[in-house]
C-alpha cells in the first residue's frame, strides 16, 4: 500500500535512478522530469534543474525545501494534482477498500484535493491503519490548518523521492 512513500510505487513510474553526478549533469529537460515525479509542481522541478550542480545530498534537499516554501498555492495545487491517494493491496477485504473509499471522499469533500500522507517509517501492515487514523484526525482541521500539514506532507514526499532519485544508479 506505499502509495506515498518514497520508493517505487505501484501505479505510478517512480522517477528513474540518476544519481547525483547524472542529476547534475543530464539536461535540463531530463531532470526536469525525473523531479517532476518526486514532486508535481513544474516551477519547484524548474528550479531545482537550474541550481545545479549540487554538491551532495544535503544540499539538493536543503535547495528541494527551500524551493518549497517559495510555493504559490497554484503551484502547491498543481503537486497535489500529482498525487495518488493511499490506497489498500488488491486482496484487502471489501470492508476495508469501502472505509478507506469514504474516508477519502470525506476528505476530499472538505478539502478540495486528495489526501496526502508520508508512509516512510511505517510497516506496510500498519500502512492501512495510519491511513484512516490520518484521515479521522485531519478531517477535524480547519482548512488553514490542513493546508500546513498537507505542505509538510508533500515535503517529506519530496524529500525521501529525492533521496530514492540519487541514490538509486
Not at 524548474?46 to 535547495?63: F, T
Not at 470492508?95 to 489526501?115: D, I, K, N, P
Request: proline content about 8%; glycine content about 8%; overall charge negative.
Amino acid at each position: 500500500m506505499p502509495l506515498q512513500s518514497h520508493g517505487p510505487v505501484p501505479g505510478r513510474a517512480g522517477p528513474p535512478g540518476l544519481g547525483l553526478h547524472r542529476l547534475n549533469t543530464a539536461p535540463a529537460v531530463d531532470v526536469e522530469a525525473a523531479l517532476l515525479d518526486c514532486f508535481g509542481s513544474r516551477r519547484w522541478a524548474q528550479r531545482l534543474a537550474a541550481h545545479r550542480p549540487y554538491p551532495d545530498l544535503g544540499a539538493l534537499l536543503a535547495a528541494a525545501e527551500e524551493a518549497d516554501y517559495d510555493l504559490s498555492p497554484a503551484d502547491r495545487a498543481e503537486a497535489l494534482v500529482a498525487e495518488d491517494s493511499p490506497a489498500l493491496p488488491a486482496d484487502a477485504a471489501r470492508s476495508a477498500h469501502l472505509a478507506l473509499a469514504a474516508a477519502h471522499a470525506a476528505y476530499e469533500s472538505r478539502f478540495g484535493h486528495v489526501f496526502v500522507i508520508c508512509l516512510d517509517g511505517v510497516r506496510p501492515v500498519e500502512r492501512p491503519d495510519q491511513v484512516l487514523a490520518g484521515i479521522r484526525a485531519r478531517l477535524g482541521h480547519d482548512p488553514d490548518q490542513e493546508r500546513v500539514v498537507t505542505a509538510d506532507e508533500l515535503r517529506r514526499l519530496a524529500r525521501g523521492r529525492i533521496i530514492g532519485l540519487v541514490s538509486s544508479q
